[in-house]
């Protein structure tokens, strides 16, 4: 076997380009014959017709054209995934709803759920079922209220120390008013992954100081930062399908930096364990006082109080880390810096929040101040629902199902027939539109493509309906798989935005207008790139100088 694997090694580098076209050629003959004849709904469901063979309707079509095509074809349409697979595409909530809560019949497909174990192991985005259901339930913890309570202090010591590091930054030299160009979301990504390190697995990236070239923070950056991990291509998905494929083409960077992750986890496990083992035979452990309380201590803590049999191994628990790094690292990031870049696009937005935060005397007031300062919730809830860091996600369908709508939602066959729910036949996949639901007209109006934070005054009636863990949001889904660090999330973004909005006054560079910065594409999460410079990568170049006192 390993002489047949090397032989086929070496054709592979010989001629890689013919390898993957004979490859490509042979799996799309196998998915037509697999997925063109469509059965149940899908069969009789209109929708756009595919603009490739390989990537079918492009997600970033799909984002961009829901309201077009919901004008023609209704709520409930048909697209097209990679290699002609179809899918079943909707914004009816009473779909999305059920789609989303019964995790015993809608699951991550296969293929994507072995992409997520080559990057996280047994994570708990990873996983589907009982298995699922038990580690949330010890990990549950470790996000709680009162825990994100005590991880306050952590964000604003931070978020300050990342005000000194960009007012220590040279003013331009065109500039005579004490501006600073940078590229902001550098300095969000280095913050929050030392927010993560510490607030995480006690774990100290000093990102901000030295670009997070530690051993781990090298690790992170090829898994889920470097140029070939943010993008998911049809190779991508060939790869995640069909496992000769995996022996073929070896990921020997991820797999290289995933062996260097768990090494490190385990050292990181160790430490906690040891930990608690001290808090436990200190005399201060019996209030909990000398015990940590990063949340992989917490996962450890409430790991060690299971029954023996129910407790997780080692190699679990380690696989925890990049899904704490993903839940505090790189959504947050992304989403702090939307929502700078669209209070930089509206100053008058920026200047009634600035005159809020500045009603508290303190530069880290507490958790409960935090959260009753209104209008800098209706940004952070505003800015997540305009920009969501993740479009959409999927699911696959792993029995039949009927999936209801909502009256008045009925969906028009080919043959002009109206339907009130939709069959789903095992194996398809449903298409969950975060964003389209999010920017909804017919929930939050025509202006729902616009920044305005005021509309969260008086929520729409509509807005109930969204199934979203965070209210009247579908930006961290909602039923058994949803996002399980929000409140980390929601909370490290609302200390940053106060602490940066208090320190400095944020604009777009000159010559820059709104426009000239867009979501990236092929990306599962959005972060933002510059129209017509998409190759520099991910960036958001902005002026900021100190607020005058």
């Given amino acids: 076997m390993s002489d047949i694997l090397s032989r086929l090694h070496a054709l592979v580098d010989a001629y890689p380009t013919l390898v993957r076209v004979v490859i490509a050629a042979v799996v799309a003959r196998v998915v037509y014959a697999r997925f063109f004849t469509v059965k149940g709904s899908l069969g009789r469901m209109r929708g756009p017709k ?76 990873a996983l589907e079922g009982e298995e699922h259901a038990r580690l949330r339930k010890i990990m549950s913890p470790a996000f709680s209220p009162s825990q994100i309570r005590l991880l306050v202090p952590l964000f604003f010591d931070k978020s300050l120390e990342l005000v000194s590091f960009w007012s220590a930054l040279p003013t331009s030299s065109s500039s005579k008013e004490g501006w600073i160009e940078t590229d902001v979301l550098k300095g969000l990504r280095g913050v929050t992954l030392d927010i993560i390190g510490l607030a995480g697995f006690g774990y100290d990236f000093r990102a901000l100081q030295g670009g997070g070239q530690t051993t781990l923070g090298k690790a992170f950056y090829q898994m889920f930062q470097s140029p070939k991990a943010r993008n998911v291509t049809p190779w991508t998905f060939l790869r995640a399908r069909f496992p000769v494929l995996r022996l073929l083409f070896p990921q020997k960077r991820v797999n290289e930096s995933r062996q260097a992750m768990e090494l490190i986890g385990m050292e990181l496990l160790q430490d906690a364990k040891n930990a608690y083992s001290d808090a436990e035979n200190d005399s201060a452990g019996a209030d909990g006082s000398a015990a940590r309380r990063d949340l992989l201590s917490l996962l450890v803590q409430s790991n060690l109080a299971e029954d023996e049999s129910a407790r997780l191994a080692d190699d679990v628990v380690v696989a925890q880390i990049p899904t704490f790094f993903i839940a505090g690292h790189e959504t947050t990031s992304t989403a702090v810096s939307w929502a700078l870049y669209a209070l930089a696009s509206y100053p008058d937005v920026q200047r009634t929040l600035r005159a809020e935060l500045n009603t508290l005397g303190t530069d880290q007031p507490t958790f409960e101040a935090l959260n009753a300062l209104t209008y800098l919730d209706a940004v952070v809830r505003e800015s997540m629902r305009l920009f969501s860091a993740v479009a959409f996600t999927n699911r696959v369908a792993v029995e039949d199902d009927v999936v209801p709508l909502a009256k008045g939602h009925e969906w028009v066959d080919q043959d002009g027939k109206l339907w009130d729910s939709i069959l789903v036949k095992k194996g398809q996949m449903i298409y969950v539109p975060v964003a389209a639901v999010n920017r909804d007209r017919e929930i939050w109006g025509e202006d729902a493509d616009e920044f305005r934070p005021e509309r969260w005054t008086t929520i729409p009636a509509g807005a109930n309906a969204i199934p979203g863990v965070y209210s009247h949001l579908f930006t961290f889904l909602g039923g058994p798989h949803n996002c399980i660090g929000w409140r980390f999330s929601v909370a490290e973004t609302k200390s940053l935005i106060f602490t940066l909005i208090r320190a400095f006054e944020f604009a777009l560079p000159e010559g820059m207008t709104p426009d000239d910065v867009v979501r990236a594409s092929n990306a599962a999460v959005q972060r933002p790139v510059l129209k017509g410079r998409e190759k520099e990568g991910n960036q958001l170049p902005m002026r900021m100088r100190r607020v005058r006192e």
């Fill in 50 to 125: 595919f603009q490739s063979l390989l990537r079918g309707t492009p997600d970033r079509t799909i984002v961009s054209c829901t309201l077009e095509w919901q004008k023609i074809y209704g709520r409930t349409f048909k697209v097209h995934h990679h290699f002609l697979t179809p899918q079943l595409f909707t914004t009816d909530l009473t779909a999305l709803h059920h789609v989303i809560s019964r995790d015993d019949i809608y699951q991550k497909a296969a293929p994507i759920r072995w992409g997520l174990t080559q990057l996280l192991g047994r994570g708990l985005l």
